[in-house]
């Protein structure tokens, strides 16, 4: 399969890209910039591991840098995974409109744009693929200070929602996977009792295994969820 991943240079992208690159896939990386990790991956599978650099911020550049001057209209992808994200955390009564248009920006617009694309990709080449949007346990349950980027995620899934339901008579699929908290990047600012509080909300008292994310990922990509669409895939250590 050809894969277009976002997001892919540390954390739980980076972990998507190792499990699919380590299946025999072709994966197309989507990032700002490329990790000390992200380039030992591209080194490990350098005949199918791609890099591409696009700041998803800036909407207007996705279909020139990824899809025309990247992937081409000769390749037929199989597969978005759409991981990219930003968080700005703060009360809603600090809301300020730069970052949250930022914010915006990244988290629901580029997705949206992406998806345009990768649609018409798979329509052109006759291909019933598979959209997946990381989601997040946010936009389900409460968190202080989250309020603006759970807005962005709870967008997403019903963007999904509609996606597949638009386009399910081609065999095109979308589906979110709906995480929990994950010990990665963004969530390293938060303190050991913040983490500790987090983790007490769940029914196995411990954060959302990347590797368990990665493989729900998979499963939605794979043959084995032909008759999965439309859903969020809750994979949160049994937060809700």
């Excluded at 380590?22 to 000390?36: A, D, E, I, W």
């Excluded at 019903?158 to 995480?179: Q, Y």
Aim: with cysteine.
């Amino acid at each position: 399969m050809n894969l277009l991943l976002t997001g892919g240079s540390r954390g739980l992208g980076l972990q998507i890209a190792e499990h699919q690159l380590s299946l025999g896939h072709q994966v197309y990386v989507v990032s700002r910039n490329v990790t000390k990790e992200l380039d030992s991956l591209l080194r490990k599978f350098p005949e199918r591991a791609c890099f591409i650099d696009c700041d998803l911020a800036d909407t207007g550049q996705i279909k020139k840098r990824v899809f025309d001057d990247q992937i081409g209209k000769e390749t037929p992808l199989h597969g978005l995974i759409s991981n990219a994200a930003t968080a700005y955390d703060d009360l809603l009564t600090n809301l300020q409109p730069e970052p949250l248009h930022s914010m915006f920006q990244t988290n629901v617009y580029a997705p949206m744009f992406l998806t345009k694309y990768v649609v018409r990709n798979m329509l052109l080449h006759e291909v019933a693929g598979s959209i997946v949007h990381i989601s997040s346990i946010s936009a389900h349950t409460g968190y202080k200070g989250l309020a603006m980027y759970a807005a962005t995620k709870g967008a997403i899934e019903s963007f999904s929602k509609n996606t597949a339901r638009e386009w399910g008579s081609k065999g095109i699929r979308s589906n979110c996977v709906v995480a929990g908290f994950m010990e990665t990047e963004m969530s390293s600012s938060l303190s050991n009792e913040q983490r500790d509080r987090i983790h007490k909300r769940t029914a196995l008292k411990r954060p959302t295994s990347l590797v368990s994310v990665a493989s729900t990922v998979e499963y939605l990509l794979s043959d084995g969820s032909q008759s999965v669409t439309g859903q969020n895939l809750f994979v949160d250590s049994g937060t809700i």
